[in-house]
């Protein structure tokens, strides 16, 4: 006996159930799909109907898949993946063009290494379109498994987050402290060590891969977590509100190398060699390397080395 998916369920249905799972949020999930929030909520609730379960629950302020949710995350979220594989591949063999490279990357390699990269990557010629995507590693790495993205670029995540996942090393990179020039900890009488928790303090985000390196960091060197801290991935943040105030900002080192060099930024004269982590590329085990993703993966590489010299 054929068994037949119930016609009430819809694409819709999987694409809001799938990205509400990801986000945790219906907020966050509305955005993602341009729609508003009371429509991704209705369209939940019809699923939920039609399987006759419910797929979420709440946890603290946010939500999370039940037991059941959490079944049918797995089997959707892969329908979804069969499904986008199989339009891309007949959209490819319909215009006979290479599959498009879709990259997630740090900012600190956004900023130092894919601008490098691209220039050698198109350089090869290549019709294939490039998608860059800058997130936090958990993000991007969600990405990578949900076959949204094809490499992502950035820090190496703990061991329990590389299940099904390769990485290969580039380099190396350091986390710094950075202030505005002639700011009072650059003084030579500065305390830097006393003085540094007094000063509103830009944080990694409790996600990101650094953070834990950074409190291990602080913890080590006797410096007292900051009274006010100031949570952000967002580089252009960074940028402004340092430059204007007395904050300090850790950062990876690749984020800011540029304004460092040009002396918009200065960096706090202590040694946070303890702070060094490898960078590289990440990818999911089974993944098909086209002939476009592998002059991608060829460029990064180059444009890693010329970053470690420079």
Avoid: C
Avoid at 120 to 145: M, S, W, Y
Avoid at 265 to 276: R, W
Avoid at 282 to 287: A, E, K, L, P, Q
């Amino acid at each position: 006996m054929v068994s037949l998916i119930d016609p009430r369920i819809k694409l819709r249905h999987l694409q809001a159930f799938i990205e509400v799972a990801r986000q945790k949020s219906v907020v966050r999930a509305a955005d993602v799909l341009h729609i508003s929030q009371p429509a991704v909520t209705k369209t939940v609730r019809e699923l939920e109907d039609v399987l006759g379960v419910a797929l979420f629950e709440r946890e603290g302020r946010g939500i999370r898949p039940t037991r059941l949710g959490e079944i049918f995350l797995r089997h959707a979220a892969t329908t979804m993946t069969a499904l986008r594989q199989a339009v891309d591949a007949v959209s490819r063999e319909a215009a006979q063009a290479d599959p498009p490279v879709r990259i997630g990357a740090l900012p600190t390699v956004s900023a130092r290494i894919m601008p490098e990269a691209m220039t050698h990557f198109l350089a090869d010629a290549t019709p294939a379109p490039v998608k860059i995507v800058t997130g936090e590693n958990a993000i991007l790495l969600e990405q990578l498994r949900q076959s949204d993205l094809d490499l992502v670029v950035g820090r190496l995540a703990a061991p329990e987050k590389m299940t099904g996942l390769s990485f290969e090393h580039l380099y190396s990179e350091r986390v710094v402290f950075v202030v505005r020039p002639g700011h009072r900890l650059l003084s030579r009488n500065a305390n830097i060590f006393t003085e540094l928790s007094t000063y509103p303090m830009l944080m990694p985000t409790r996600n990101s891969v650094i953070r834990p390196i950074v409190e291990q960091f602080l913890i080590a060197q006797g410096i007292a977590m900051p009274q006010t801290q100031i949570e952000t991935v967002s580089d252009s943040f960074g940028r402004a509100y340092v430059r204007m105030s007395d904050a300090v900002w850790i950062i990876s080192e690749g984020v800011v190398f540029s304004d460092v060099a040009a002396g918009t930024l200065a960096v706090l004269p202590f040694d946070t060699s303890d702070t060094s982590g490898p960078v590289g590329l990440t990818m999911r085990t089974d993944t098909a390397i086209s002939t476009s993703l592998a002059l991608m993966i060829k460029a990064i590489r180059e444009a890693a080395t010329i970053g470690r010299v420079a």
